[in-house]
């Protein structure tokens, strides 16, 4: 049996399409929403087995690693999230690379010698490496539409992984990565009529147009934070809607709260949130350090966040953003 691990967003289903047409491959499965990171414990691997594990925090899934290492299993693992110290083994291949301007599906593209550069493009765009994609697609000669389609496609895709659970999603991850890995090119896809292009394209449309009428919760210079109420559209939207408002301001931190009444503590009447961080675009760095500081947060340089922040450890979120970006 082989697994292939792979988060559920546009970067981790695009590196396993790239993967996956140049090295056709029967396999198991095996995503989740987005923030559903520690896939490797849900791995029972046999004597026999091969895991690649794409897009998802070496670091968060150490233990696990280390165990699938140590029962002889080989492993292919390309990453570009906190990885912690990369355990030396025979049985590892990995390919982890921490730079704020980079993705997993750009890594792969650069293992695979450019062989599906459009679709590494696509994820680019929708990880929100926007300046990165731009640059990429100009040397690839694309024109200003080609461009536009591919970070509409990006976007998409990333859009469908946001959620607290699969029910939150229009595709589960793994299938929405067998309904796109039969194109060859992003441009197919959108072609396609019967692909999920148009599904996906007007539920983002309708979900959007209700996240911008949301107003500011707090605004100062260096940060700007918006509360969402608890909807399946806010938790779709929270991720991608953050990456539009770090777009508009470069200079500055978004983030962007989703409350979650489900783990509201009645008692001490507090609420918690589902909270999606990004650093201002000019100084992607200290997101994933920020998050980290909090018991469910994680994440990278640019881009992180936190599943279950009490409204009681706001204050002493939105103090470390703004002693972060102002210093």
């Known amino acids: 049996m082989h ?9 981790g289903i695009i590196s396993l399409i790239q993967l996956r047409l140049s090295e056709p491959k029967d396999s198991q499965l095996i995503t989740g929403v987005k923030r559903d990171i520690q896939l490797l414990e849900n791995l029972n691997v046999e004597a026999s087995d091969s895991v690649t594990v794409l897009d998802i925090s070496m670091e968060k899934n150490s ?12 492993v292919f693992y390309a990453d570009h999230h906190r990885s912690g110290a990369i355990p030396k083994h025979k049985n590892l291949q990995a390919l982890i690379d921490l730079d704020a301007n980079t993705c997993t599906a750009l890594i792969i593209d650069n293992y695979l010698e450019g062989q599906y550069h459009a679709w590494a493009i696509c994820a680019a765009y929708g990880d929100n490496m926007i300046a990165t994609a731009e640059q990429l697609a100009n040397t ?71 996240a911008l009428a949301i107003p500011y919760q707090y605004r100062s210079e260096y940060l700007s934070v918006f509360e969402l109420p608890d909807a399946a559209w806010s938790r779709r939207i929270s991720g991608v809607y953050g990456n539009f408002l770090a777009n508009q301001n470069p200079n ?16 001490e009447q507090t609420k918690n949130y589902l909270v999606s ?13 920020i998050c980290s500081q909090f018991e469910t947060g994680g994440g990278r340089a640019a881009a992180a966040g936190i599943n279950c922040l009490p409204d009681t450890k706001l204050s002493d979120f939105i103090n470390l953003v703004e ?4 210093s």
Do not use: W
């Not at 961080?277 to 350090?289: E, F, I, S, T, Y």
């Open 3 to 11: 697994y292939d691990v792979f988060n559920g967003d546009a970067d």
């Open 63 to 74: 233990a696990a690693l280390r165990h699938i290492l140590e029962k002889g299993n080989p």
């Open 140 to 210: 690839t000669g694309y024109n200003e539409v080609q461009k536009k389609q591919l970070k509409e496609l990006g976007t998409l895709i990333n859009y469908n992984g946001y959620g607290s659970n699969l029910s939150d999603l229009h595709f589960h991850p793994a299938t929405l990565y067998q309904l796109l890995s039969k194109y060859e090119s992003p441009f197919d896809v959108i072609d396609d009529a019967q692909s999920p292009f148009k599904q996906l394209q007007m539920a983002y449309q309708a979900d959007f147009a209700l």
């Open 252 to 267: 500055s931190a978004f983030a962007v709260l989703t409350c979650d009444t489900k783990k509201q503590d009645l008692v």
């Open 277 to 289: 961080l990004r650093a201002p675009l000019n100084n992607k760095q200290g997101a994933g350090d």
């Open 323 to 326: 002693e972060k970006y102002a």
